[in-house]
């Protein structure tokens, strides 16, 4: 069925650094690509989306590749602060069906 | 994200009783959608409606029932054949479904005494 895997799992990183999170999905027909942002305890909220027709997308400090031929994605946050630390999740869209499937989450340490 | 809300906040279940967590929005959106979120893991979907009066399971809908009477609200009932349900709940709409962005609710906290 339908999966998406997400790594790593968790990631400490020094303040300033730069962090990269990798998921690979199993839907060739996937053609949407959001990732989320939740803090403890809070709702997740949409960071930054990719669509299949596009290969990298960039804002300020955040940005999203995703190779459709070998079927992953990746964020990649930059000069990370520690308000950077929270659980981020990716997710792929199918298409012509009404699922979204999430990754299991990385939770992000900034240290500062 | 302020236009789809949740409550209660927290909501505590004595063991053998239904609960029901409300879910609304004023996004006018079509596709509403319903999660389970363990501590530490992912959003596992357990219903999800892409119009009114028509929804359907997700990965994990045993134990749990829906309806979607008018666009605005997609109730959850915990019933007592979920016999796990303590977790974090999180309702979420789309403007339709596929290939849209999700906005979730705030969440309901839902604790067995």
């Known amino acids: 069925g339908e999966n998406v895997e997400q790594h790593p799992s968790t990631l400490s990183v020094q303040e300033g650094d730069s962090a990269v999170i990798k998921c690979t999905y199993s839907d060739s027909a996937s053609n949407y690509f959001p990732w989320y942002k939740q803090e403890l305890g809070k709702r997740p909220q949409l960071i930054i989306d990719i669509r299949s027709n596009v290969g990298e997308k960039k804002d300020q400090r955040i940005a999203v590749t995703l190779n459709k031929t070998a079927k992953h994605f990746s964020l990649h946050i930059t000069e990370t602060q520690p308000e950077d630390s929270a659980v981020y999740f990716c997710?792929?869209?199918f298409g012509g069906g009404f699922k979204t499937i999430f990754g299991a989450g990385t939770r992000l340490f900034v240290k500062a | 994200d302020g236009g789809i809300t949740q409550s209660p906040k927290y909501l505590f279940r004595k063991e053998g009783q239904n609960v029901t967590l409300s879910c609304e929005q004023n996004?006018?959106?079509?596709?509403m959608y319903w999660y389970r979120q363990d501590p530490g893991q992912g959003l596992r979907l357990i219903y999800y409606?892409?119009?009114?009066?028509?929804?359907q399971k997700g990965d994990i809908a045993e134990g749990y029932s829906v309806s979607r009477e008018k666009k605005e609200s997609f109730p959850l009932t915990v019933t007592s054949a979920q016999k796990n349900p303590t977790a974090f709940y999180l309702c979420a709409s789309s403007i339709a479904g596929g290939e849209e962005t999700q906005y979730f609710g705030p969440g309901t906290r839902l604790l067995v005494l």
């Open positions: 997710a792929a869209a």
């Open positions: 996004l006018n959106h079509d596709a």
């Open positions: 409606s892409q119009i009114v009066n028509d929804f």
